[in-house]
Structures are given as C-alpha cells and as structure tokens.
C-alpha cells in the first residue's frame, strides 16, 4: 500500500469536515490521519448506513466514498446521495482498487465528481480533494472573491467595500463568503444552515434572520447591504445588481 501516514502536506485552504466512507479499518484510518493532518473535520463510516446517521446530524463539505462497501455498494449510496435533496451538492470523491476504465465511467455515471484508483498517495489525495473543492465549493477555498466593489479575502478575514474595510461577526463573514461564491442564487434558511452553519438540526431557523440583520448592518457603511435581498417566502439571495431596498 503506498498509503503512508503524515506526508509533507501543507495547511492551504480552510478546515472542511469530510466524511469518509470505508469498510477498510487500516484505509479508513491512514486517510482519516492524513485529512485531519491536512487541517480537515473527519467523520468515518464503515457503511451507507452510518453514513446516514453522520450526515443527519451534520452535512459533510465532501464525501470520500469507497466503491466495495458491504451493505450498499458506493456506487449505489452516490447515486442515492444525488437524488436526495440535502445532499445532491456534496462533492463525492469514489475510491477504489479497481482500475478498469468501464468502471470509472460508470462511477462518475453514478454522480461521483472524481474518482481516485487505490493505492493513491496522500498528496495526491489532498491534491483532488482542493480541487473538487474549488470547483464544487468555492466558499471552502481561500480564493478573494469580489463582487459589485465587495471584496472578501479569506486568507486575511478581512472585507472591504470600495477600498473602505467593513467589520464583520465570523458567522457574517461566512455568511457572506457563502452569498459572494453563490450569487443571483437563492438561498432557504435550511439550506443557509447546512451550508454555513455545518447543521441544520440542532439551529432554529430564526438565527439566520439574526445574522442576514447584522450581516446588513455591517455592509450598510458602504451600501453594499442593498445586495443581501430577501426573497420572499423563499429566503435570501445575493445578487450583483440589487432591485430593490430591503430597508
Ligand atoms: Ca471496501
């Protein structure tokens, strides 16, 4: 197995909690040692089913998913992943020891959004994993985003409208990295709580009513608040070219 245990990898992008699926102990456990290494959360499942009760109480940021699963195969949890609401835009990384092309096409068919052949090395893990991440969830990624004059630099923590810095709560500033990497979208307060807040269990929704108050309150100096809408009856959606006052 080339699997090692703690590469030279280095702390690049912000913590995400990733839910290893894998009925290999001594597997389960180099990547489990590596991800938490890498500056990640790591939930470990042997089964579909565990993994069920884990994502119940928290949705995952990705999913490493073995293909040779007793129970459930991978492929068939992906494809049940996919058409469950709550979590049709986890990122899913398949894994395993197969190596043959038919199988690779049908392990992306299921939904997978990469697909990596055991042995692998940690770094190379690591390496997929960021990229899957930026492509599928760029609010996990270090990347400055800039909106409409907003700036937002995850690396520094700091906003900034039209040159001026804004001061933010964490949870508005996470909040609003959400918005900004998911614009002209709209948001349901459930949605924002599984996104920002990791849980949608144990928060009453209300919070988020909170925190869209305070998030405004904090973009008001440079009156960017006007991009946070709220849509009615839906929820919330940040948006380039705001309509209308949502005073
Ligand atoms: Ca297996």
Request: charged residues 25%.
């Amino acid at each position: 197995m080339e699997l090692s245990c703690c590469p030279h990898t280095v702390l690049t992008h912000m913590a995400s909690t990733i839910l290893v699926v894998e009925d290999e102990p001594a597997i389960a456990e180099l990547v489990a040692v590596n991800l938490s290494f890498a500056g990640h959360k790591v939930l470990r499942a042997a089964d579909s089913i565990q993994a069920d009760t884990l994502i119940r109480a928290e949705l995952p940021d990705l999913i490493l998913l073995d293909w040779m699963l007793p129970g459930m195969s991978g492929v068939n949890y992906a494809k049940k992943l996919r058409t469950d609401e709550r979590t049709r835009d986890v990122p899913i990384i398949m894994l395993t020891a197969r190596s043959q092309e038919g199988d690779k096409v049908e392990g992306l068919e299921s939904g997978a959004d990469d697909y990596m052949t055991k042995p692998f090395s940690p770094r190379e893990l690591i390496a997929r994993i960021k990229a899957v991440m930026r492509r599928r969830a760029p609010q996990l990624t270090d990347d400055t985003v800039e909106i409409a004059g907003l700036k937002l630099d995850p690396q520094t923590h700091r906003v900034s409208g039209g040159g001026q810095a804004l001061e933010l709560g964490p949870t508005e500033f996470r909040l609003l990295h959400f918005f900004m990497t998911h614009p002209e979208r709209v948001h349901s307060r459930s949605q924002l709580l599984d996104h920002v807040w990791g849980d949608h269990v144990f928060v009453e929704e209300r919070t988020v009513d909170v925190h869209i108050r305070r998030l405004r309150q904090a973009l008001t100096p440079t009156g960017h608040d006007r991009h946070v809408e709220t849509v009615r009856g839906s929820g919330y959606r940040f948006t380039a070219l705001p309509t209308e006052s949502n005073s």
